[in-house]
Nanobody
Framework: VQLQASGGGLVQSGGSLRLSCVAS????????MGWYRQAPGNQRELVAT???????VYEDSVKGRFTISRDNAKNTVHLQMNSLKPEDTAVYYC???????????????WGQGTLVTVSS
């Protein structure tokens, strides 16, 4: 399974960006998709995730500003980021918890990361 993320960039404080990630490969089932981020000097942290049943989890600092959505038919997840702050600056990684249909085991996959820079 491969995850291809897009949509990062430079934006001013208060602006918006939309990240997208598509999963591709052969014969798999996705459980959870979402986004993590890692700022310089910090550990990677959860931003938002969504399950197949549309249960969502958000990191506290992004609640009310970020919205995660998913298109199960297209194996795609989006992250709409509004009211961006300089502290949102980080590399954002797409994440998927995936089960190849030939096995009962779920595996974690990561995209290549996309840089989001918010200027003050």
């Amino acid at each position: 399974v491969q995850l291809q993320a897009s949509g990062g960039g430079l934006v001013q404080s208060g602006g918006s960006l939309r990240l997208s990630c598509v999963a591709s490969g052969n014969s798999f089932i996705i459980n959870i998709m979402g986004w993590y981020r890692q700022a310089p000097g910090n550990q990677r942290e959860l931003v938002a995730t969504t399950s197949t049943g549309a249960n969502t989890v958000y990191e506290d600092s992004v609640k009310g500003r970020f919205t995660i959505s998913r298109d199960n038919a297209k194996n795609t997840v989006h992250l709409q980021m509004n009211s961006l702050k300089p502290e949102d600056t980080a590399v954002y990684y797409c994440y998927a918890n995936v089960r190849p249909t030939a096995t009962p085991i779920f595996y974690n996959y990561w995209g290549q990361g996309t840089l989001v820079t918010v200027s003050s």
